[in-house]
């Protein structure tokens, strides 16, 4: 039997994942990225976003780190248009 914790990290990765796909399927994320690596690399930022902050005792801005953090990452997910920019 897994933990609950184990549980909820399968879940939160599967709702990561059903977003991507939902957002390739709506012609709004990049349909070549692949939802499975695209779940994991979210997952992982985030996951190293509040281990750095707990470790630091919790002084750095999270909210501000966070935003930053998921701009670039759904920058980078955006289809490409004409000329390679997104």
């Known amino acids: 039997m897994r933990p609950p914790w ?3 990290g399968a879940a939160y990765l599967e709702l ?3 977003v991507v796909r939902e957002g ?3 012609g709004e994320l ?3 990225v692949s939802p499975v690596t695209a779940k994991r690399a979210i997952f992982g930022a985030l996951d190293e976003l509040a281990l ?3 470790l ?3 002084r750095a ?3 501000k780190t966070g935003q930053e953090v998921a ?3 759904v920058r980078g997910l955006l289809p490409q248009q004409a000329g390679g920019k997104p």
């Open 71 to 73: 701009e670039w990452l």
């Open 61 to 63: 801005s999270l909210k």
């Open 6 to 8: 184990q549980k909820l």
């Open 52 to 54: 750095g902050w707990l």
């Open 56 to 58: 630091s005792g919790r």
């Open 30 to 32: 990049d349909g070549a």
């Open 16 to 18: 990561i994942g059903q």
């Open 24 to 26: 390739q399927e709506r």
